[in-house]
């Protein structure tokens, strides 16, 4: 199903006033999605924020079911959260490394990602391997598969699109190796949700992270996490509290049987019922039609940039995605994002994923190399892309 | 100051619908609070999430500044999080114990803390010690004392105003003790925070951790952490990421030297400012009033209720807050919770914490009795409170 752009747009607000290009960041949410955060807490207003939430027991509930049907899971194995970083490290943070074994990760892994990795790595007597990349700038199936071979591999753990290369991981790939191996694989899809279909199957991975902010259109301070039933009971919280544990005869307490053992207590509700319309508004669209449009959005821009003699496209990969990423010579990108924003367009800035990686690793100075992020998602024109364009020319 | 209960009500939407007497579960939220929420959704619809963000950093650094003079801290010590208790678990697990020592807490602590307390007693072969109370209910200071004395003391974890009690816990005593014994001293504020002033100098805790959505009037899903700046380094973050970090020439990362570090990334920036908004309105009403009126409105209802032949109050203590328990005899009280709804006025069910410490650290079965909980605000009327009781006199 393709895309009806000019649909999607009137139900838009933000158009109006930007060419948003800044979608891996935070997109512009669409009307049912404030809609129903706004109409959620103004209920709260009305009858009070338990009342509230009791009223929408059943709609929260769906949630979990709309979030589950996004990525092929059962609502059993996703445990709602506020940020999707926090959600992937709460699950590494729980599960029972055996000290002296390695944890295999990619060379273009979140940032914030590493800095736990590392503190984890320490404190669990972990070592961490970074595999190459391929020719494309991709993981490295083969060098994965020559490290899983080597053993005492406790997890691999993959950023699915870096937070600044178009790439995609061959997350498939990796999830079969992990799966033959019989080796867990967490995968971090804070980029990917949203923007094209995930499946837990064909992935074949064992946790997943996402975000609601970002390609899936949902309000800031929500996110998802996914466990696979089958390993959840591996997995020991790492905080426990009253909505962690239920209460039971024999130990007084003991830890949930579903993903939700990964909750805290307290949460805004209008917030997650925010997450699940985007969801659904999402599915409704069609995650494949989302991918194309974006898909041709993102080449389309590449293209004319490429065509530019003073800039540079920096994306890697096979499978490419809505992330653009480029420097223009002569011009920092903090300087070029600033004059777009002069002009309403709104990109980002983000360091070059290629050493980050390492210097965190190993502790070392590093001034990451900074680049321009455009970030396209199916609402944007080609239109715009052209008024950006048109910018850098001048 | 004493409150303008006219003008507080025109300023609460939810009074025309319902007699809120739940505000300890969660208040109704006035109109200025509910406003700059979503105001900022707005914003953020209107031109992008992080660009509304960068709009309001002057304002949603000016939260910092709010929730600190709320409490008599310095913007550096406070953290915003989602949940009080998760943020309360978070600075507890990120605390380095001495296997051995002993973690010394009341007998009417939050139940969710007590899950989150076994499990670092398990976790660092700690001994929970449960004081005693006094003949009031509280806290006995004088046994926190004896068990300061005895030495090997790693902390005193307190809940201020019990969940289900209308007792308020001495805890500048307490406060008092702990400093001469230079042990650290962590508050639970979740219910006290809103209802009356607080001051971590005269309460000379050294950790507090405060919820948004109860008696400040907050949005839901909003929390505050304050962390005493003498005392910040002696944590260990649980979990560190790219907020809790700052990049640093040496060690490529460093833990952030504020209460911050104990933040994740990500966060609803709407929810942040409207606990920002709460936090003014109850300094412009001023706490002084808002205790005298609450307590007011409080002994009225316990006053009344004592009259009905049927009812028992179960609230102990010498000074009290806005939180009323009661029960009726062969009247269960989800029961009544259910009648009073039917009438739209606002009340929950809680658990007697009296047993169930206990019964949560030995793992013992426990069947805790519930009661009904009635929790009056400075907008309540003397006129809702006698609706109440006129119910249950029938």
Not at 5 to 22: E, F, I
Not at 201 to 216: I, M, N, P, Q, W
Not at 229 to 236: C, M
């Amino acid at each position: 199903m393709s895309i009806d752009v000019r649909a999607v747009r009137q139900q838009t607000r933000g158009v109006l006033n930007v060419a948003h290009l800044n979608n891996a960041g935070s997109s512009l949410v669409p009307r049912p999605v404030a809609e129903t955060v706004v109409g959620h807490l103004r209920r709260e207003e009305e009858i009070g924020g338990y009342e509230a939430a009791e009223e929408a027991a059943d709609r929260l509930q769906n949630v979990y079911c709309s979030v589950a049907h996004l990525i092929g899971a059962r609502p059993n194995e996703i445990a709602l959260a506020e940020s999707g970083s926090r959600a992937w490290a709460v699950a590494m943070h729980s599960f029972p490394f055996v000290p002296g074994t390695r944890l295999l990760i990619g060379r273009t892994e979140y940032a914030g990602n590493v800095i736990a990795l590392r503190q984890l790595a320490r404190r669990n007597d972990l070592q961490i391997v970074v595999l190459d990349d391929d020719p494309y700038g991709q993981v490295d199936v083969e060098h994965l598969q020559r490290e899983l071979d080597r053993g005492s591999v406790a997890m691999v753990a993959l950023t699915h699109v870096p937070m600044a290369d178009g790439l995609v991981n061959p997350a498939a790939e990796v999830g079969r190796c992990c799966r033959a191996a019989g080796v867990l694989f967490v995968l971090d899809a804070c980029q990917s949700v949203g923007q094209m279909p995930l499946d837990v199957e064909s992935l074949g991975c064992d946790v997943l992270a996402g975000t609601g902010r970002k390609f899936l259109r949902g309000p800031r301070g929500t996110a998802f996490l996914y466990v696979r039933a089958s390993v959840l009971g591996r997995f020991d919280p790492l905080i426990l509290d009253g909505m962690s544990t239920v209460s039971s005869g024999a130990e007084g307490f003991e830890v949930r049987g579903d993903a939700r053992r990964f909750e805290s207590w307290e949460a805004s509700i209008a917030g997650r019922l925010g997450l699940g319309r985007a969801v659904d508004y999402a599915l409704a669209l069609g995650l494949d039609g989302v991918q194309e449009r974006v898909g041709s959005l993102a080449e389309q821009l590449r293209t004319e940039l490429a065509a530019l003699p003073a800039v540079t496209v920096h994306d890697h990969g096979i499978t490419r995605c809505g992330i653009v990423t480029f420097s223009v010579k002569g011009s920092e990108a903090g300087n070029i994002r600033a004059r777009l924003a002069d002009h309403q367009i709104n990109v980002s800035v983000a360091p070059r994923p290629s050493n980050e990686v390492q210097a965190i690793l190993t502790g070392s100075s590093h001034a990451a190399e900074m680049v321009v992020r455009a970030s396209v998602h199916y609402y944007n024109t080609e239109d715009e892309i052209l008024r950006l364009v048109g910018l850098l020319c001048r």
